[in-house]
């Protein structure tokens, strides 16, 4: 069974950069055929998706690709979310899923000063 589980802040301030982790069980971040993707909910909102990372590359949310960047440490078997410059704006719970199929916990972040 796949399980993912975030890590990271909880409360940041304005136009520091984010960072969480994704960590994977029962699978491989280096699985040829699994899509990683970062998605979040902001209060009141639906679901965004921020961008994925796979063996292909990785791709971004348009409205979010100049902040974001996406990776993984194959070390800790584990994939990466950088969002740079973060804003109120960005407060929303977010999560690592796997090809929206396996989700994990979610983790909130909250921005504010």
């Known amino acids: 069974q796949v399980q993912l589980q975030e890590s990271g802040p909880g409360l940041m301030e304005p136009s520091q950069t984010l960072a969480l982790s994704c960590t994977v069980f029962?699978?491989?971040?280096?699985?040829?055929?699994?899509?990683w993707s970062w998605v979040r909910r902001p209060p009141g909102k639906g679901l965004e998706w921020i961008g994925v990372?796979?063996?292909?590359?990785?791709g971004y949310n348009p409205s979010l690709k100049s902040r974001t960047t996406i990776s993984r440490d194959t070390s800790k078997n584990q994939f990466t979310l950088q969002l740079t410059s973060v804003t109120p704006e960005d407060t929303a719970a977010y999560y690592c899923?796997?090809?929206?199929?396996?989700w994990g916990q979610g983790i909130q972040v909250t921005v504010s000063s």
């Open positions: 899923v796997r090809e929206f199929t396996f």
């Open positions: 029962g699978d491989s971040i280096t699985n040829n055929n699994a899509y």
């Open positions: 990372i796979s063996s292909e590359g990785t």
